[in-house]
């Protein structure tokens, strides 16, 4: 089972697992399922690696696995920079002061991919496929994004995990044909929702999709996430002395 799969990858790189965890659908306003909830606890330390073990942060992805039969086509977007400092900003813990201050080791966000692009979809044949996922992720990263966590602070992640990118293809609007993915991309969705209060909000989410051939990679990026969250804490904490 590819919810399976996924949860050995990831107990593999030393993630704490947790599965099929329960959320309230924003819309539905009924209990629903994420498959996994996945956890990293990391001590703040700085660039010269000083530590304060009284102060940890927790990274937390929301993962909806997926398997995808046929053909999915993605279209690529520009990312604008404005709206990935916001969507950083969103995660929690983050801000536009740090992506300008480690910008030679950016965020995940900003580096995916070259030049400056989001993924986002192009509805053929696999709306109920992609869109449930999405839905699950984001879904579950609204409603249990400020639920307490092992550690003070969190900084919460989307994403969407499939089989394959087999039958993944991507196309821009400079061309009329499509090219095979083998990398990890990113979907944006600008999303308009009622909160559990009833308040109408707008927010844009970035949404990870992975392959099991692609983990090692996105992994790769999100410890490199999870160092300038490491530096911004130690930052807030003690100051003149932190590397920045």
């Known amino acids: 089972e590819l919810q399976n799969e996924y949860s050995a990858l990831f107990e593999k790189a030393g993630w704490t697992v947790v599965p099929s965890r329960y959320y309230t659908d924003i819309v539905t306003k009924k209990p629903r ?3 996994l909830v996945l956890e990293k606890n990391t001590t703040v330390s700085d660039t010269f690696r000083r530590r304060s073990d ?4 927790t990274v937390r992805l929301f993962l909806a696995s997926k398997y995808f039969p046929s053909t999915c086509l993605l279209r690529d977007i520009v990312k604008k920079e404005k709206t990935v400092e916001q969507v950083i900003s969103d995660a929690g813990i983050l801000d536009e002061e740090d992506i ?3 910008a030679e080791r950016p965020h995940h966000y ?3 991919n070259k ?9 053929k044949g696999q709306q109920d496929f992609l869109y449930d996922a999405l839905t699950s992720s984001v879904h ?15 900084v919460n992640y989307s994403v969407i995990a499939t089989n394959s990118f087999n039958n993944f293809y991507i196309r821009d609007e400079s061309t009329d044909g499509a090219s095979q993915i083998n990398e990890y991309q990113q979907l944006e969705w600008d999303y308009n929702y009622r909160d559990m209060k009833g308040a109408q909000k707008q927010r844009v989410f ?3 999709i992975i392959s099991k051939e692609t983990v090692d990679q996105f992994l790769k990026d999100i410890e490199n996430d ?15 002395n932190a590397q920045r």
């Not at 009284?54 to 942060?57: A, E, L, N, R, S």
């Not at 030049?115 to 509805?123: A, R």
């Open 54 to 57: 009284d102060v940890v942060f």
């Open 140 to 154: 579950a990263l609204i409603d249990l994004e400020n639920s307490t966590s092992a550690a003070g602070y969190c």
């Open 206 to 208: 970035f949404v990870d």
């Open 226 to 240: 999870i160092w300038l969250i490491k530096n911004r804490l130690y930052w807030n904490f003690f100051g003149h």
């Open 100 to 102: 300008k201050a480690y």
């Open 115 to 123: 030049p400056k692009v989001v993924k986002s979809w192009d509805i």
């Open 33 to 35: 399922e994420i498959d």
């Open 110 to 112: 900003s580096i995916k």
